[in-house]
């Protein structure tokens, strides 16, 4: 149970007088490079709200970017990393070695799909999960090449700006990039330029075809893919894409990587994306919905490949530190407990019907799509030419959040507004969300 009132209040205007107030001293302490979605300032969060230092309470569709999958402030997630604050705060694994890590091991080897025997290693950020799983792969196959996708997020550090696909805001001017990576064409059904049910089969065989013939498949170590895209727009590739390059992977050595940092862990109505075409991955990198908010990630994957790398060869300073794992053992318990797979799919349900009236109703909403608590509007300038209609997206998610109502935007081109909520908000707060969400489509 959370303390915070589940319920939607506008107490002062959006941003109030305290979030101007620190808004001035952020300006002038914070760097500019550091930008953020909403004008005020939090004070606290909880189940499906978020409080600001003015008392507004915020209905919250974004859980912090997928992080707070069981909430901002979950019993299980607090009871165990204050009992675990009060007993050491870190000890550094590579120097002495805690339960809480290996236990967050064993509950990734039980979680994620495949039998086989698996291993992982915890890490601090989804990007040094991903930069991870591409110096095992390399260790493993000893082979070079990495292959990744068009729309594909994978980081901001320097290898994962190399494998993220959209320049603005995330490369621009911060070359020059890690060698050796190569982009392919993702099943991107709403704009495959045959239609959605063609996407699957052509995407796949051009991916598969410019790997065979620009880079050599005997040469690629890994294939680095999201299951569902995340910042690239919440592009679900069309059916069969995932499982041909699953099978041209296996087929030529090569280690598939599912990159679930956004999608994993009961987000899109499956402990993981990758199950709902029963692909298993060779590697998975988790992080964002882990832990409930605190830092933590990890590449799990089959014990032969995580263990190619030479002993030393992996860690960090702070990867898998205690207070975290016992955040993320937390996550994982009331995940159990409270089946938010099923959640998540319920809130699908909900969310998907109301949003095909909102299709029928406004030509400029071009696509509806998503799974579970992952859900988009991709918005166009009309529907012939599917122009992306990036000025209106960012105008309605002002608007809602001017609402009180905490939306985000995302898409290769800036068009699509995305539903993250926490799986665990009511029904009533969601409803009137989506409530809002309409409004400010009749008011655009
Ligand atoms: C957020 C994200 C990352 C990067 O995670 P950080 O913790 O921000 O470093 C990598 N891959 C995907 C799919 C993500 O959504």
């Known amino acids: 149970m959370t303390a915070i009132p589940q319920e939607r209040r506008l107490v002062t205007a959006v941003p109030g007088p305290k979030s101007l107030e620190l808004q001035a001293r952020r300006t002038a302490t914070v760097a500019g490079g550091v930008g953020s979605t909403m004008p005020v300032f939090a004070a606290r969060a909880g189940g499906g709200v978020l409080e600001d230092v003015d008392g507004n309470r915020f209905i919250d569709f974004g859980s912090g970017i997928a992080v707070t999958t069981v909430g901002a402030s979950a019993e299980a997630v607090v009871r165990r990393a204050t009992a675990q604050l009060a007993d050491f705060t870190h000890t550094c694994f590579m120097i002495t070695p805690y339960e809480g890590y290996v236990a967050v091991c064993e509950q990734l080897a039980e979680l994620t ?61 911060f070359g020059p990039f890690a060698p050796e990576i190569y982009r392919v064409p993702v099943a991107y059904g709403y704009r495959w330029p045959t239609g959605p049910e063609n996407c699957g089969p052509e995407a796949s065989a051009q991916a598969i075809d410019q790997i065979s013939k620009q ?76 832990a409930g908010g605190l830092p ?63 299709r029928e109703k406004y030509d400029i909403v071009g696509d509806v799509r998503g799974r579970g608590a992952m859900i988009a509007i991709e918005l166009v300038k009309d529907r012939e030419s599917k122009e992306p209609a990036a000025e209106a997206t960012a105008a309605l998610a002002k608007a809602c959040q001017q609402a009180g109502l905490l939306v985000l935007t995302c898409g290769t081109y800036g068009n699509v507004l995305r539903f993250l909520p926490p799986l665990v908000i009511g029904e009533d707060l969601l409803n009137e969300g989506l409530d809002i969400i309409e409004q400010a489509f009749a008011g655009l």
Not at 156 to 173: E, S, W
Not at 257 to 278: L, N
Not at 326 to 339: Q, V
């Open 113 to 173: 799909p495949g039998d086989h025997a698996k291993k992982s290693a915890l890490f601090n950020s989804g990007a040094e999960a991903v930069e991870n799983a591409v110096k095992i792969a390399r260790s493993y196959t000893k082979r070079q090449a990495v292959v990744v996708f068009d729309h594909g997020y994978h980081g901001r550090t320097n290898l994962t700006m190399a494998l993220t696909a959209k320049n603005m805001p995330y490369k621009n001017g």
């Open 215 to 290: 880079i050599g498949a005997e040469n690629v170590a890994a294939i680095i893919i999201e299951p569902v895209l995340g910042e690239g727009g919440f592009i679900e590739p069309a059916k069969g894409f995932l499982p041909a390059l699953a099978k041209f992977a296996k087929d030529n050595g090569i280690v598939f990587v599912a990159d679930e940092i956004q999608s994993g862990f009961c987000r899109t109505g499956q402990w993981f994306a990758c199950e709902d075409e029963g692909i298993v991955p060779d590697l998975i990198t988790t992080a964002k919905g882990i």
């Open 296 to 358: 933590l990630a990890a590449v799990t994957g089959r014990a032969e490949i995580m263990d190619a790398a030479h002993s030393g060869g992996l860690g960090g300073t702070y990867g898998g530190n205690p207070v975290a794992c016992a955040a993320a053992l937390g996550s994982i318990e009331t995940m159990r407990e409270l089946d938010l797979p099923a959640k998540a799919r319920r809130i699908e349900e909900i969310m998907k019907a109301r949003l095909a009236t909102l």
